[in-house]
């Protein structure tokens, strides 16, 4: 963890006064969620097989036996929040922003910090593949507005509840005979969670994954032309992007689009941010209330 001194807080000041700017005109309004919350909410939300709830996060058991964890995410605490105060009574899309740290316990490696800072916003109560649109073109504003330069869009569908299942069980039964050859963490994902093979950034297991099946080739007919109307609303508004099939986020709520944007000076970790739709969410969180929704963070 480190502390943020000047001149480098000047820098971050700026970088979030843009942001504020931005997010007024797109009409989000800010949340400031606790920064502790109970474990069950990351569990349930975040997912038990996720390398955040299985092996990062920090969790602790407060005085009167009840187990608390540091928020390593801030996707499920919105949308507790959201069910709590029930939100969904009000007309239209809910649209929230926040800004502040979150917590995890990584491996050390050059540029993570287990205190680390997130910038990032949730549109929920919409599963129109335009309000898709218009939250990548929210984060492309940002990321021109505070001055980067030659960034990439990348983006996917990774199914719903009715597809993804069964492309999850082609995935596990190709990646059978082809797992001795992976990394450690792949061979276990390989039976815990497929999906998150398809995201390892060791360079050897790279030709192993490029003979993998494509989700593309499992898409229900809902997901398919969902992912064509983003890919059209993109294209309308002039916002460049590529397809990138083997885009999974590591959390388990993600469901039809996600993406992610990309600079090519930050090395093996080269991920600004990230983002998708997250449907299901609120009802792994044990609500009635349906929230659709699609949010992003940048690091």
Known sequence: MRALLPPDTAVWNRVEAVTREVFRSYNYQEIRTPILEETELFA???????????????????????????????????????????LDQQPGVTKLYYIGP?????????????????????????????????????????LSRAGLRDFKLQINSVGDRACRPVFVQKLREALKPVASRLCGDCQRRAETNPLRVLDCKVPEDQPVIDQLPSIFDHLCDVCAPHFAAVQKYLDDRGIAYQIKPRLVRGLDYYMRTTFEIVHGNLGAQNAIMG?????????????????????????
Do not use: C
Request: proline share 4%; charged share 25%; hydrophobic share 35%.
């Open 275 to 299: 983002g998708g739709r997250y449907d299901g969410l609120a009802g792994e969180l044990g609500s009635n209330i349906p929230a659709p929704g699609i949010g992003f963070s940048i690091g």
């Open 44 to 86: 349930r939300g975040v997912g038990q097989e996720t390398d955040i709830v299985s092996k990062e996060m920090y969790t602790f058991q407060d005085r009167d036996g009840s187990s608390l964890t540091l928020r390593p995410e801030n996707t499920a605490s919105v949308i507790r929040a959201y069910i709590e105060h029930r």
């Open 102 to 142: 979150m917590f995890r316990r990584e491996r050390l490696q050059k540029g993570r910090y287990r205190q680390f800072y997130q910038i990032g916003a949730e549109a929920i109560g919409s599963e129109s593949p335009f309000v898709d649109a218009e939250v990548i073109e929210l984060v492309v504003e940002i």
